[in-house]
């Protein structure tokens, strides 16, 4: 599993949801450089992954790892920390039933309320997190290191 991503060698291939594993972390590392602005490195992941409070989705299509989603938990509140889905299967409703999958998997950990934080220009993102009730709670002025404001979004599980 440590493809960089790409969907034109795997097309017709089934996908596969399951909870990410610590070896994941370099197939993880590589889809978030090619689409997030502020990936972790593997280092990074392996280590968030390895820690027992820190929950992960990934979505597979072939031997590609085409999504991931990674959440921390504290008592009853959860934050997810990354998520990407790779640019060639966006629209497709991945990003959707990974978040599902993840906010079940924290429900049944205990998790009451759960929130993240997204630029506040990534309209796609926002309209998926509304669609699954999250709420906007607030503006953190010049968030990203580009100078760009996050918004807050927050769901009671």
Avoid: C, K
Wanted: hydrophobic share 45%.
């Amino acid at each position: 599993m440590g493809r960089v991503p790409t969907r034109s060698s795997d097309v017709g291939s089934e996908i596969e949801l399951r909870a990410a594993r610590v070896e994941d972390a370099p197939a993880i590392a590589a889809l978030a450089r090619v689409s997030l602005p502020e990936a972790w490195s593997t280092l990074s992941f392996r280590s968030a992954l390895e820690r027992p409070t820190v929950l992960g989705q990934i979505v597979t299509r072939g031997e590609s790892l085409v999504g991931f989603a990674i959440a921390g938990r504290a008592d009853l509140e959860a934050e997810i920390l990354s998520i990407a889905v790779d640019e060639g299967e966006r629209g497709a409703g991945l990003g959707r039933r990974l978040l599902e999958s993840l906010l079940s998997r924290l429900r049944a950990v205990g998790a009451q309320r759960v929130h993240l934080e997204v630029r506040g220009s990534n309209a796609a993102a926002l309209a998926l997190y509304e669609s699954l009730g999250f709420r906007t709670s607030r503006r953190r002025e010049r968030y990203y290191r580009d100078g760009e404001d996050a918004l807050e979004l927050g769901v009671s599980l």
